[in-house]
């Protein structure tokens, strides 16, 4: 079974440091592309990050660029997403994706709960 | 930055047909996908490159395009639809992925 597990959420403070991971397994995770997504409470699917099969091109949306980095290691079938300098703002679920076409997201996993609060 | 405009909210009955629109300057260059997400859970896709249907997922839901908008249709529409539809695409240069904001579909 296709299936992706994210990990590492919880509370932080502002500010603070927090790193996710994204473990892959039923299928040949070094052959794909990955995203990471998040959805603030109430609200819409935002992208935040892309990443291509071998980690050499990465991408970031404007509003975690040069806070969050995104890395995968594939001898662990793992993707991961340290997100530095936390802001209220930042506070969501956060859902690792495998890419299609370098575009569209056709596995999710359930997603983990990052609290960014004083 | 670029955007896709959805509606809100769209209502239908049960048996009746839905149809969802997606707004974008870069539609007719890059493709559009949806997803549905229902309360708590991840979101699923349901139509990938505009038209294309993911298997297991029901033929009632099909997708169109045309010009600066892309529509995702659901036929005969079930109780278990009812959900909110992402539309997403890609900036004009296929570099960054951009969602839309959502629909929250209500099956009367």
């Known amino acids: 079974e296709v299936q992706l597990v994210e990990s590492g959420g919880g509370l932080v403070q502002p500010g603070g440091s927090l790193r996710l991971s994204c473990a892959a397994s039923?299928?040949?995770?070094?052959?794909?592309?990955m995203n990471w997504v998040r959805q603030a409470p109430g609200k819409g699917l935002e992208w935040v990050s892309y990443?291509?099969?071998?980690?050499?091109?990465?991408y970031y949306a404007d509003s975690v660029k040069g806070r969050f980095t995104i890395s995968r290691d594939n001898a662990k079938n793992s993707l991961y997403l340290q997100m530095n300098s936390l802001r209220a703002e930042d506070t969501a679920v956060y859902y690792c994706?495998?890419?299609?076409?370098?575009?569209?997201?056709?596995?999710w996993g359930k997603g983990t709960t990052v609290t960014v609060s004083s | 930055s670029y955007e896709l405009t959805q509606p809100p909210s769209v209502s239908v009955s049960p048996g009746q047909t839905a149809r969802i629109t997606c707004s974008g300057d870069?539609?007719?260059?890059?493709?559009a996908y949806w997803y549905q997400q229902k309360p708590g859970q991840a979101p699923v896709l349901v139509i990938y490159k505009d038209s294309e249907r993911p298997s297991g997922i029901p033929e009632r839901f099909s997708g169109s395009s045309s010009g600066t908008t892309v529509t995702l249709t659901i036929s005969g529409v079930q109780a278990e639809d009812e959900a909110d539809y992402y539309c997403?695409?890609?900036?004009?240069?296929?570099?960054?992925?951009?969602f839309g904001g959502g629909t929250k579909l209500t099956v009367l």
């Open positions: 990443i291509s099969s071998s980690g050499s091109t990465i």
């Open positions: 994706a495998r890419v299609d076409s370098r575009v569209y997201m056709d596995v």
């Open positions: 039923g299928f040949t995770f070094s052959s794909y592309e």
């Open positions: 997403q695409s890609a900036d004009s240069s296929g570099t960054f992925v951009v």
């Open positions: 870069a539609l007719p260059k890059q493709y």
